[in-house]
């Protein structure tokens, strides 16, 4: 349930967990759904506890990215980076090992050192034209360093990559390119509202008579006396009260 709100509803997907958490704490797959729980609301603090709690029941290294990730979001980069050349990293499988190039970018901007952070996600997994399932949000991130760094045009030519390899729609590469290009998006149904368009302005033309009739049937309408309500007696109004949410979020 936690796993599949998340996306949808991350604060409901963090009541679920908490609930959990009072049920299975002592399992560690529920303590690394709690984490991630946590942290898609932003509770980076609460995340990170969880994280950690998780790794030390299986022994596993696979957080290890999404926990320097918590130590970013709490406002301190430098211990990111230094999780970033920790042992773990070195036990990672590809797609972690590049999750935690990404964390160490972030954490070179955060401290303002953009250079740095273009230099962090140059290697063979960028260069390379074979598509995994991290290359859009690798490429993407390039060409947002380039962007900030000022260097523009090789920015245009890395969101372009982040496009072409981003098949599930992952990243907004196709808006940034848009807005560099100066491409403007125009509400085409708000336009539509406010301006009939040519076909049925005709169909107005051609129809004189219209408004007369509407009017007569409106006064037909009066003289029956016909008047549309709604009785109260036919609304319910339904309250649904969680207690295990409740509960949950006293705790």
């Given at each position: 349930m936690v796993a599949r709100l998340l996306d949808e509803d991350p604060e409901q997907a963090y009541a679920y967990s908490r609930i959990a958490l009072r049920l299975a704490s002592r399992v560690a797959a529920v303590r690394e759904a709690a984490g991630f729980?946590?942290?898609a609301t932003?509770?980076?603090?609460?995340?990170?506890?969880?994280?950690?709690?998780?790794?030390?029941?299986?022994?596993?290294v696979d957080l290890w990215p999404v926990m320097a990730d918590c130590e970013r979001g709490?406002?301190?980069?430098?211990?990111?980076?230094?999780?970033?050349?920790?042992?773990?990293?070195?036990?990672?499988?590809?797609?972690g090992q590049v999750e935690m190039r990404l964390?160490?970018?972030?954490?070179?901007?955060?401290?303002?050192?953009?250079e740095a952070a273009i230099v962090t996600l140059q290697g063979p997994e960028l260069a390379s034209t074979a598509v995994h399932s991290w290359t859009p949000r690798l490429r993407y991130a390039y060409a947002d360093a380039l962007l900030e760094a000022g260097r523009e045009d090789e920015a245009r030519e890395w969101f372009g990559k982040a496009l072409e390899a981003d098949k599930d729609g992952a990243t907004d590469a196709s808006d940034r390119l848009a807005q560099l290009d100066g491409v403007e998006?125009?509400?085409?149904?708000?336009?539509?509202?406010e301006h009939p368009s040519a076909v049925e302005a005709e169909a107005e033309a051609e129809a004189p008579g219209a408004a007369e009739q509407d009017d007569e049937d409106y006064e037909d309408d009066e003289d029956d006396g016909v008047e549309e309500y709604y009785d109260e007696d036919d609304l319910e109004i339904e309250e649904v009260e969680d207690d295990d949410a409740e509960g949950s979020a006293k705790a």
């Open positions: 729980a946590a942290y932003q509770k980076y603090a609460e995340a990170l506890a969880e994280f950690r709690a998780s790794r030390r029941m299986t022994g596993s709490l406002g301190r980069p430098e211990r990111a980076m230094d999780m970033a050349g920790g042992p773990e990293v070195q036990k990672l499988d590809k797609a964390v160490a970018a972030g954490a070179r901007r955060d401290m303002g050192q953009i998006f125009v509400d085409a149904m708000g336009e539509d509202d």
